[in-house]
């Protein structure tokens, strides 16, 4: 008898166990500090996470359940944002300021917590408030489920790159010196791959970050784009790159040696090192990191670089070089991302209950306190938001008048000749505006670029969700013809989208997840400008499909 119930225990413990082991808790404390740098032309105080810059790499498996414990020490209010965490019923987790929380103040803590669901790969977290996030960021890595292979042969080991823009002067008077002005801020000095730049002309850096490698392994590349307005282009000269996974999602497998991202996006590749190091001196490459821009923007054109180091070759000896790409490399880019095909095929909605169309470009506005009495806005279809004082989530939660209203126009309320030749009203309107859906509702957006001030390449980022691509093109989007080359077989699945400069991109998602999302240009210069506003989706009928109320430590407004 005795034995037969200690049977029965062992085969519950047995089958328990990998339900154990799956579903762990991962628990991280951040206590974003001040700072003390001395690097990049400039010795000053950061805010970080840690004291680190780039912050400490968030580890998770599949399923697991992440606490992170956020104290802020510094005299900013502050929020943390896990860039691309579909945040399934936690949407009080997600961290975008007066969007799903009031910010954390001064002395304050608050804990966010979350289960990564139905994701693997790549990540990132970053400050959700002002411009914070240049240098509160970092890696998030969620590995497969145990026992669940990588669609790919396994790699030996892993890299992590994370790319930044740097600013010699400090980044928050940077941005409050272009709102009281209403022009745009100044460009960035210098970019960074994990937080170093190599040289600089005319100022003293720390030289670069060099990535040891062994000869005749697979590594794993964790591509970042951290950086606040630029799209980047990442090269290691000498070697091939075959990207395996954007945006934490499996892509076909195919051979570069240029990667490109936009700042949100991240890039997983497979790097394969040569047999053997090669002889004498010849073991170092140069890494590069340049800005892609195809308008008539002013963009920070330096380049950082690093360097691939095969172990055993002195730090010191020269790299083999490789040019980055020119800044205007349109072909390139283009061609980087329509080679990106999901992996497998999905269920892309394939009736929509919302077909929308929003328009981007900037504008000008009066303001009595700026240069001239005329600030720069942004928007989509023409409603510049505006953050409100209240966080969006509770005011729909609790039912707080007021705070926002659901007409956001699904379409440009003028159509006109969009890539054209544009008005000459360059005014927006200052709202603070949903679009509301019910849940589970089918939805397609097609971003249309304008070409208001400048046509420019804006990466679009949904939270809450991620959502298919199912096409692109240069000029107005032609509800008759252009739906004909959708891919609604292997679209690349994803959290930002690239818009092409003077096009538009179309993006299809289902609203399962209850709650308030954002939706906005990741160039924070954009974002400060307006280019925002969110999607309220309502509550379904069952469990599963309700917001929870907040956590009790939910900060105060
Ligand atoms: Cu990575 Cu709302 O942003």
């Known amino acids: ?24 808790i991962r628990r991280y404390n951040f206590n974003v500090v001040m700072t003390n740098t001395t690097k990049l032309c400039s010795s000053k105080p950061i805010v970080t996470v840690n004291g680190l810059f780039p912050g400490p790499t968030i580890y998770a498996t599949e399923d697991d359940n992440v606490l992170v414990n956020v104290t802020n020490s510094v005299s900013y209010n502050l929020t943390i944002h896990w860039h691309g965490i579909k945040q399934i019923q936690t949407g009080w987790a997600d961290g975008p300021a007066y969007i799903t929380q009031c910010p954390i103040q001064p002395g304050q803590s608050y804990v966010y917590n979350f289960t990564v669901t139905g994701q693997r790969g790549t990540l990132l977290y970053h400050a959700h408030i002002l411009w914070l996030r240049a240098t509160v960021h970092g890696a998030i890595v969620i590995l497969p489920k145990p026992g669940v292979p990588y669609p790919f042969p396994k790699p030996d080991n892993e890299l992590v790159v994370i ?37 600089v002309s005319n100022c003293l850096s720390e030289g670069g970050y060099n990535f040891v490698v062994e000869a005749g392994k697979r590594y794993l590349v964790r591509i970042i784009n951290a950086a606040l307005n630029e799209e980047l282009f990442f090269k290691i000269a000498g070697h091939n790159l075959t990207v395996v996974e954007v945006d934490a999602t499996y892509v076909k497998p195919f051979q570069t040696d240029t990667i490109l991202t936009a700042p949100g996006q991240t890039t997983n590749a497979i790097l394969s090192t040569n047999p053997q190091t090669p002889a004498g001196a010849g073991g170092n490459f140069l890494i590069t990191t340049s800005p892609f821009m195809d308008a008539p923007i002013r963009v920070n054109n330096n380049t950082a670089t690093a360097t691939l180091q095969y172990n055993g070759t002195l730090p010191s000896a020269a790299a083999t070089p490789t040019a980055p790409p020119p800044l205007n490399s349109t072909s390139l880019a283009e061609k980087f991302y329509d080679s990106l095909r999901s992996l497998n095929s999905h269920q892309v909605p394939l009736s929509i209950d919302h077909s929308l169309l929003f328009t981007m470009g900037l504008g000008v506005n009066p303001c009595s306190t700026c240069y001239a009495g005329k600030k720069v806005v942004a928007d989509f279809n023409n409603v510049t938001f505006v953050m409100p004082e209240t966080a969006l989530i509770n005011a729909h939660f609790f039912n707080i008048s007021g705070v926002f209203t659901d007409d956001f126009p699904g379409n440009p309320t003028t159509p006109y000749d969009y890539t054209g030749e544009q008005p000459a009203n360059l005014m927006t309107t200052e709202a603070t505006k949903l679009y509301r859906l019910a849940y589970n509702s089918s939805v397609q957006i097609v971003l249309q670029d304008t070409g208001m001030l400048a046509p420019e390449n804006h990466p679009i980022h949904l939270h809450g969700f991620n959502f298919f691509a199912i096409g692109r093109g ?22 930002t989208i690239g818009v092409p400069s003077g096009g538009w991109a179309a993006i299809r998602f289902r609203a399962n997840n209850p709650g308030v999302w954002f939706l906005h240009c990741h160039l924070e210069v954009h974002t400060t400008w307006g280019l925002k506003m969110a999607f309220v989706v309502d509550n379904g009928k069952g469990p599963n499909e309700i917001l929870p109320p907040p956590p009790a430590d939910q900060p105060k407004c």
């Open 474 to 495: 240069l000029g107005n989007y032609n509800p008759d013809q252009d739906p004909r080359n959708f891919n609604l077989v292997d679209p690349v699945e994803r959290n």
């Open 163 to 199: 790319l930044g823009e740097w600013w010699i002067s400090d980044v928050e008077a940077v941005v409050n010196e272009a709102l009281q002005s209403g022009l745009a801020p100044n460009i960035s000095d210098a970019h960074t791959v994990n937080g170093l730049s190599g040289p």
């Open 1 to 24: 008898m005795k034995i037969i119930a200690w049977l029965r225990v062992m085969a519950t413990v047995a089958f328990l166990w990998p339900v154990l082991v799956e579903c762990a």
